[in-house]
């Protein structure tokens, strides 16, 4: 008989899995997201290669020997010498269940994200809470505009529903959306603010604005026109290198059509990365969005609004894309791999090498486990019991356990086995899960979370009104280099999966396929053989999420708001090898 499980990676889509006799994952026809299919890397998940054993110090040691060895290290270090940090691998809620054994023994976790905490604070400081507009709404609108945003790589369930619908793509790269799209701005990268602020500004001149709208749910909109005014237009569409005929276009196909907005973590990876997602709804209110079927703008979402959470969280907390590893006696890092992925890699390797007993606990070998002290493999999502609430909708989804392994641990077992050794009280599995399983609402088959809006901010917003931005600074960057575009790879998840490699440029920027550059910025250096690709922009170079070293290149500051890293901040100086 089939069995359904959900899929646990960090992606919009949540996929509904069905496993059949044989073992093999298939989409679910039944689910409206997943309608039938999944993508790449889950029709060849159990192919993967992963850790079989625990090792300490390179050598293969027993489950029993690692988890005793943790509990010497732990139970001689002082709880603000602890740091437990986890990463997004496996994104079920069980993951949260290790935070509770080092929430109660009072160890250093993290804040803030390597993801979308730039955007999130923008959306928060607007909306007041952060809705998404489930693709299902797609349906019901006529017009979708993906703002930094990559569907064919990143949320390729969203695809189906845009049959017939007018497109219009914002982005530096011809992705294979804005090939297809009615309408693509090949906008300079970090411009967005600027042609945010442009298109309020003249969907008001040209009367296109919702008047009925701002006057119930944003009244100070006419502040904010006052601010789009401060903007100088021809010297502005200069420096974006958009034209007044585009910013012209991009109204005349949204007047008086219900349009999405779905806005991608392209656009913040920014120090101001808030106030850019700001602008962003600032122009979906002037132009009536929320609230509304078949509207709306659509950012990440937070999966974990409206939830209860069981388990004990950590109380201390350091800024995650800044952490300073080489500051604790014990580094527990659960399903992330820090050394790839987290900015300004030089410091953060050597950070991690002067920590007292690092600990890597994950499916995959890579770089943090390479380095790390003691590994420990994880349990796959097959192999353990989860629940997965998504991000890109209102889904909630039970991860019943699908087959029995040998290999590994699950995150519940782990924190159990720790709690026992310090005392600390523990529920039973059953426990959590049924938490997680009580705050489901089942509709035609389907779990969502309870409480989840139909159609988002149909309510209003949090705050009573729609803020809106009132100061913003308008410097573009003019350094010297390349922008450097590090968005994500179709075969992997960033580094789960295929790792991809090289720098891509445009073939009229310089450099010839197959040569080696080196490149340059505040943080590091790094060689990489250079690779052509039409479809970027010439003073542009793309270096995917995942590339062994691209983060040698990113900056350790943190956005101005929402302490997320801003993987976009550094230009980049290319010289031939
Ligand atoms: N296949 C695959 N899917 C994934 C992932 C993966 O690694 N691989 N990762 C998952 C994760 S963790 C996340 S957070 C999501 C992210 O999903 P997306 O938001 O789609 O993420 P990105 O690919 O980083 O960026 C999207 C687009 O932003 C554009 N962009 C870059 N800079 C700018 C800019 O300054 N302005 C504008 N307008 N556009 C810009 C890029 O060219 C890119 O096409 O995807 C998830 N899905
Ligand atoms: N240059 C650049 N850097 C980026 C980005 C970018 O776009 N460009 N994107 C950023 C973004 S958006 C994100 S979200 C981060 C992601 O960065 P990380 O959170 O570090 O995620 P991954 O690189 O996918 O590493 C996940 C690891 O989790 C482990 N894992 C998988 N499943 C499980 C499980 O069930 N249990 C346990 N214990 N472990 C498991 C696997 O071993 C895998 O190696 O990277 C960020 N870094
Ligand atoms: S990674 Fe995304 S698209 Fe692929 S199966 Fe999982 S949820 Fe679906
Ligand atoms: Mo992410």
Known sequence: MNKTTA?????????????????????????????????????????????????????????????????????????DQILYYRGSGNVGLMQRAPEHFFGSVKAVGTSGTLCDGAGEAGVLLGRGANEVVPPQMIEESEVIVFWGRNPHTTHSHLLPYLEGKTIIVIDPIKTE?????????????????????????????????DVDFLENHASEYNDFYELTQTVRIKATLDAIEVSLGEVGAILELMKGKKSIIFVGVGVQKYRDGADILRCIDGFGAIMGLFGKRGCGVSYLGNSLSGMRIPFMSVSHRVSKPTVDFSKYNCVFIQGANPLAQMPDSVRVKSGFSSAGLSVYFGLYENETSQEADLVIPAKTFLEKNDFRSSYGDYTLQEMAQMVESEIGISEYDLTRQLCEAFGIELESELFYLDCFRNQMDIREGVGYRRNSPEIPYEEGFANGEFEFLDTVDLEIDKSEGFYLITSKYPKGLNSQFKRPDGVYFHPDAGFEADERVQLSSPSGEVTMIVKHDERLRVDCLLIYSGTADVNVLTPPHLSYEGESAVYQENKIKVTKK
Do not use: W
Not at 23 to 43: I, M, W
Not at 192 to 206: N, Q, T, Y
């Open 7 to 79: 899929c646990p990676l960090d992606c919009y889509d949540a996929c509904r899995v069905v496993v059949n006799e044989d073992g093999k994952l298939k989409g679910d026809k039944s689910h409206p997201v997943t309608r039938g299919y999944l993508c790449p890397h889950l029709n060849h998940f159990t192919e993967q290669e992963r850790l079989l054993l625990p090792r300490l110090r390179g050598e293969e040691i027993s489950m029993d020997k690692a988890i005793g060895t943790l509990i010497e290290v732990l139970k001689t270090a002082k709880s």
């Open 177 to 209: 959306i804005a090939q297809k799209a009615d309408l693509h701005i090949q906008i300079k990268p970090h411009c967005d603010l600027h042609l945010a602020l442009l298109l309020s500004r003249f969907a008001i001149i040209e009367g296109v604005h």
